[in-house]
């Protein structure tokens, strides 16, 4: 189901596009990072407890637990699904998750009053399948090789077909059993045209760029199938996949790990300079994690270039900002810059911290979520494994406005405790028929329904 209202929003968010030198490392104006994101009305998140429903509460919910919401907002456990991933709500208001691990795609019938939903597997026998997508009664699920498409009907799937093939995963020849990044993500555009994410091999596998079909890339092809050409390139693991409110393509990406300090210069402060170092301060923030929207064409950098979140470039203790972030050459693949002007890459128009990892990507269209939150993107941000100390899971929220995205705001967080341990990790949040926020957590094993008063 297309799930995606066509409205566009008023209202606007003025950026300022920051100047890139001619050699690629990054110029802009220098100054202070804007006060944290706040939408007018919208009060600071509050403390609030997570409500098993009957038959949920096995662990992580045999103890209690608690997350900050937006005040007043309730977090339920809606629903125990073990590695629940990616989420699409069907024509007949049922939840489908995806589940790689397991192979299948998982279906909820919601309830009556405060019941669980019911559950069972609607589709099973797949190869890691992680993308869902609707285009009226047609479901499209992709695989780790593969995109198939199901008719759909009164909770039953049949006349499955291989729409897209050929893509890459763990399995294909020349890889030799290593995929970092099989699992692919789908989604329909307004023209019916599929968008599909083909992530890369490895960290930094520059030799993904010239394969057959091209890697770390988000790939397009014709409606109702057929062979795909390359949309957007240069997108490490753009997981996160979907199809704005004016019918624009974005991406949020995992960007790479263990980047090298670019300048030549002393950021740790032992007197050495520290160009190429790979040094935990530096990495902690760099590079950040790009959410841009796509255009033919478009190239996002990997592994050539990286977004630059520094207000003053090169500074240990410079400000942050990730809006309409220019790009700096990546000293351990690019150093001359003769593989890849990064100069010539449009800024990235929206992004978050470094390792955030973020996953699933959607849209809550008009009149968006309550609170005082209205239209915007949600992304699930699975946090960091690389980073001291951890960067958080949470679900994040960028308000839709005036055809673009705005900062990054917290919707939901608490899933890791003080010592860096964590008993949850969001995937995707989605909202669903009745308004509510739908939340898959593939650590917990569980679907959150998150309600606003």
Same mark, same amino acid.
């Given at each position: ?8 929003? *008023? ?41 098993? /429903? ?80 609707? *285009?009226? !009664? ?36 020349? /890889? ?24 890369? !091999? ?88 790009? /959410? ?60 978050? +911290?470094?390792?955030?990892?973020? /996953? ?9 979520? *309550? ?8 992304? +699930? ?24 995205? +705005? ?47």
């Amino acid at each position: 189901m297309k799930m995606i209202a066509r409205a566009m929003v *008023a209202g606007g968010l003025a950026f300022t596009l920051a100047a890139c030198s001619s050699d690629g490392l990054a110029n802009p104006p220098v100054g202070t990072v804007p006060p944290p994101a706040t939408l007018p009305g919208v009060p600071a998140l509050a403390a609030t407890a997570v409500r098993p /429903l009957a038959g949920t509460g096995a662990a992580p919910f045999d103890r209690a637990r608690r997350l900050k919401a937006p005040p007043g907002w309730t977090v339920t456990v809606w629903a125990r699904v073990p590695s629940a991933r990616l989420l699409a709500w069907t024509p007949d208001r049922r939840l489908l998750v995806s589940r790689p691990e397991y192979g299948d795609v998982v279906e909820l019938v919601p309830g009556q009053g405060e019941a669980a939903p019911a559950q069972r597997t609607l589709i099973d026998g797949l190869n890691r399948p992680h993308g869902l997508a609707f *285009a009226g !009664t047609t479901l499209f699920v992709a695989e780790s090789d593969q995109v198939n498409a199901f008719t759909y009907q009164d909770g039953a799937v049949s006349g499955r077909r291989v729409v897209v093939d050929g893509l890459p995963d763990a399995r294909s020849p020349e /890889l030799g059993g290593h995929y970092a990044h099989a699992l692919k993500s789908v989604a329909v555009g307004d023209d019916g045209e599929l968008y599909i994410s083909v992530g890369s !091999t490895g960290n930094v596998s520059a030799g993904d760029r010239d394969a057959n079909p091209e890697r770390a890339t988000i790939l397009r092809a014709p409606a109702g199938g057929g062979k795909p050409t390359v949309f957007a390139r240069g997108v490490r693991n753009g997981t996160g996949l979907a199809i704005d409110p004016g019918g624009a393509v974005w991406t949020a990406v995992n960007n790479r790990d263990n980047i090298g300090y670019p300048y030549d210069r002393d950021y740790d402060g032992d007197g050495d300079r520290d160009r190429d170092g790979v040094l935990q301060g530096y990495v902690n923030d760099h590079p950040f994690e790009p /959410l841009a929207r796509l255009e033919q064409g478009r190239d996002l950098g990997w592994p050539y270039c990286n977004p630059d979140p520094d207000l003053e470039p090169g500074r240990k203790d410079s400000p942050l900002n990730y809006t309409r972030r220019p790009f700096v050459r990546d000293v351990q693949t690019n150093p001359g810059g003769r593989k890849l002007d990064c100069a010539a890459l449009p800024p990235v128009e929206q992004g978050m +911290g470094a390792h955030s990892a973020p /996953l699933g990507l959607s849209f809550a269209t008009s009149p968006g979520l *309550a609170g005082g939150y209205g239209p915007g993107a949600l992304v +699930g941000v699975h946090g960091s494994w690389n980073r001291r100390p951890p960067r958080p899971p949470e679900v994040s929220f960028f308000a839709w406005r005036g055809g673009t995205l +705005g900062p990054q705001q917290t919707l939901l967080t608490g899933f890791q405790d003080p010592d860096g341990s964590r008993w949850g990790r969001p995937v995707m949040a989605v909202q669903g028929p009745d308004h509510a926020l739908y939340v898959s957590d593939d650590l917990a094993g569980a679907v959150y329904r998150v309600t606003a008063p």
